[in-house]
């Protein structure tokens, strides 16, 4: 069983960063995507950010593009979600998730993960 582990969350003030990683427990297969979540109080989980491995293409949340950028350190097995101008509705937890096989049109969509880490909070004071 594969685990993903989330770190780099906290309280931070709006218009400040904040810089996730997430850690795998093993390896992927050549054909994966590795996705950011997130599901704030009451509301939905909703597709952030996801990196689709060999191709290194990235793909984002129409809303939070030019504010978060995803990246990947392969040697590591670790992505990282960049998150700058922080606003208070970006307040939510943030989970690490992994899809095999993915196409273009799975990208986006949560049901396709399989694996999922155990969340790292962010909250986003004003």
């Known amino acids: 069983q594969v685990q993903l582990v989330e770190s780099g969350g906290g309280l931070v003030q709006v218009g400040e960063s904040l810089r996730l990683s997430c850690t795998a427990s093993?390896?992927?297969?050549?054909?994966?995507?590795m996705g950011w979540f997130r599901q704030a109080p009451g509301k939905e989980r909703e597709f952030v950010a996801a990196i689709r491995w060999p191709a290194k293409a990235t793909y984002y949340a129409d809303s939070l593009k030019g504010r978060f950028t995803m990246t990947r350190d392969a040697a590591k097995d670790t992505v990282y979600l960049q998150m700058n101008n922080l606003k208070p509705e970006d307040t939510a937890v943030y989970y690490c998730?992994?899809?095999?096989?993915?196409?273009?049109?799975?990208?986006?969509?949560?049901?396709?993960?399989?694996?999922w880490g155990q969340g790292t909070q962010v909250t986003v004071s004003s």
């Open positions: 093993e390896r992927a297969s050549d054909n994966h995507a």
């Open positions: 998730a992994r899809q095999l096989r993915p196409i273009t049109s799975t990208i986006r969509s949560r049901d396709r993960y399989v694996y």
